[in-house]
């Protein structure tokens, strides 16, 4: 019965921004991987930033120098802070966790229900 709930989404001018949360009922500092997802309408879903258990960050280069992900282990939160944000990063963003292993029945992977994010003009 694992959860993660993502919130803040919401509708925002082009050049605003907006912080993302992402509630986790399971100790994220036990895990590998944790990410935030988008998709727009009529497109894949992709990885928009990435942070490891060590605190390690990657991004997806059309967010670079815009987007932070960051996280809080005693509070179980992911965070996604997004500035000078563009039309283009609309979508429903999603929160994932996944836990790698060698041994394949150990596997973790979740997901949240995901927050919408609007970017007009």
């Known amino acids: 019965q694992v959860r993660l709930v993502e919130s803040g989404g919401g509708l925002v001018q082009a050049g605003g921004s907006l912080t993302l949360s992402c509630s986790a009922s399971i100790n994220i500092a036990r895990i590998d991987n944790l990410g935030w997802y988008r998709q727009a309408p009529g497109n894949l879903r992709e990885r928009v930033a990435h942070?490891?258990?060590?605190?390690?960050?990657t991004y997806h280069d059309s967010v670079k120098g815009r987007f932070t992900v960051s996280k809080d282990n005693g509070a179980n939160t992911v965070y996604l802070q997004m500035t000078n944000l563009r039309p283009e990063d609309t979508g429903v963003y999603y929160c994932?966790?996944?836990?790698?292993?060698?041994?394949?029945?150990?596997?973790?992977?979740?997901w949240g229900q995901g927050t919408q994010v609007t970017v007009s003009s």
């Open positions: 994932n966790a996944y836990q790698n292993t060698l041994q394949e029945k150990y596997r973790r992977d979740y």
């Open positions: 942070i490891t258990s060590g605190g390690r960050t």
